[in-house]
């Protein structure tokens, strides 16, 4: 009953505006590109960076011998060596901490340590979910770029045959792989075969603009200069620049860059079917579960739901946990994982852009440092320590003079890296393609409505 029905007399003795007791738990993002990280310790001692090398395999030996070279102590034959390629794994420390005065929390309308310890918690989760996503797309320290690298578009029209051309992101372009496996500037080794337009040319560097205009998520602008001039014809605003070593990225209807995306242009099952063949080419094992893990965000889900060849997979299927739930399912040897950590982008006229990313078992690599825990140990006097996932959450005690403040932190040192997979070239796997990165696959469209 309103207070307002009461009867005058007894209004005022009926006290207002209290507080609830308790916290009401605020909205929180919904995570996963983390778990497709395979985990490692990062040993103490080393520094800040450690380098992985992956040995790469001998091309099969196909050519019989010669009989008649079946001679001296090599018998005919020359000796062969596997090529190798490295990755870097740059480690740094993240955290967050609040402050909490025991006496004012004496006072207050619920529990906030118990409020602060929660999110916290939370906030530490979304931070490395965060870190993770980030690397997949844009790429790690010292590396060659992300699943987005490599594939960007001109932005500028040239006036007139040139070297240098303009584009939106120069993600991808910035590195190579020497032919010790390491990654090395543009230009300081060899130049990187790029695709401008129709035309291919050599690029020899990059070069990022003092004003960053790129319409990528965390994306650089900036511009690339090639050994040769390129034609006003490739060099013309809207035209596609890809690597030869770029990750593959698909659009419905086969559109060439991310800006000419039209009305329409849908997740659909013959994208998803388009990057399963390119990881199954290139021979990318599955995580646990035999199926990939796709990352996607609610209005790609929408849109795969709308596919026609989608419903002709359900038909009559209406009582299935795919429809009924439309969360975490499998199909077609797919896991798809809805997130709302997935990259977003503002219309480039068509609407918003959206990106789901299929990821096979070693796409991504997780540091954690090894000695975090008995690094802080000794310091607590009287503290507490929780290590939960390799994150550390820590409760010091109060140190002001009257012992009042204590202060609740987590702290995870480590980092992300993205190993590639030069090696696995046509020599060793026919179907492979050129890609430095091959173990993830982006899937760009736009989004379903409502």
């Known amino acids: 009953m309103a207070i307002a029905n009461f009867p005058a007399a007894l209004q005022p003795v009926i006290q207002q505006g209290f507080l609830s007791r308790a916290f009401q738990d ?8 983390r778990s497709i990280a395979d985990q490692m310790e ?58 909490l005065n025991q006496v004012t929390e004496g006072v207050g309308i619920a529990n906030q340590f118990l409020a602060n310890a929660s999110r916290l918690g939370i906030n530490a989760r979304q931070t490395l979910d965060r870190l993770a ?3 997949l797309f844009g790429g790690a320290q010292n590396g060659v770029g992300g699943y987005l690298g490599g594939n960007t578009r001109v932005t500028a029209t040239l006036g007139a045959a ?14 190579i792989l020497s032919d010790e496996g390491q990654a090395v500037s543009v230009g300081a080794s060899a130049g990187m075969t790029v695709t ?29 200069t090639f050994s040769a001039s390129v034609k ?15 990750p593959l990225v698909l659009r419905p209807n086969a559109r060439a860059t991310t800006a000419a995306l039209a009305a329409g242009d849908l997740l659909s099952v013959q994208s998803i079917l388009g990057a399963l063949a390119t990881l199954r080419d290139n021979n990318v094992p599955t995580p646990d579960g035999g199926v990939y893990h796709c990352y996607l965000d609610n209005a790609q889900l929408l849109g795969l739901f709308r596919d026609e060849d ?16 439309g969360q975490i399912f499998d199909l077609l040897g797919v896991r798809f994982i809805p997130t709302t950590e997935a990259p977003q982008q503002a219309s480039l006229g068509a609407g918003n852009i959206h990106r789901a990313i ?39 005690p109060a140190l002001d003079r009257l012992a009042q403040i204590i202060a609740q932190s987590w702290s995870w040192i480590g980092g992300f890296a993205l190993p590639t997979d030069l090696t696995a070239d046509t020599s060793v796997i026919p179907t492979a393609t050129n890609s430095y990165l091959k173990r993830g696959v982006v899937i760009e469209s736009l989004g379903a409505g409502a």
């Open 26 to 33: 605020a909205l929180q993002s919904r995570l996963g590109f």
């Open 42 to 99: 990062f040993p103490a001692r080393i520094g800040q960076t450690i380098t992985d090398t992956r040995a790469g395999l001998l091309p099969p030996a196909t050519t019989p011998l010669n009989p008649t070279a079946n001679t001296s102590f090599d018998n005919g034959m020359t000796p062969a060596e596997w090529s190798v390629e490295q990755y870097t794994l740059t480690i740094n420390q993240y955290g967050n901490t609040m402050d």
């Open 133 to 135: 996503r980030n690397a």
């Open 162 to 175: 040139g070297s240098t051309v303009a584009v939106d992101d120069i993600r991808g372009f910035q590195t």
């Open 196 to 224: 401008v337009g129709a035309g291919s040319y050599t690029l020899v560097g990059t070069t990022a603009d003092a004003t960053n205009t790129s319409t990528a998520p965390d994306g650089v602008s900036g511009t690339l």
């Open 232 to 246: 006003v014809a490739d060099g013309t605003a809207g035209n596609a620049v890809i690597a030869a070593t770029a």
């Open 310 to 325: 989608f419903k002709l997979l359900y038909p009559g299927q209406y009582g299935s946990d795919t429809y009924q739930n």
């Open 358 to 396: 299929i990821c096979g078992q070693g796409a991504l690599v997780e540091g954690d440092y090894a000695n975090i825990g008995t690094h802080y140990a000794p310091l607590l006097d009287g503290g507490e320590l929780t290590d939960v996932d390799g994150v550390c959450m820590i409760t010091r």
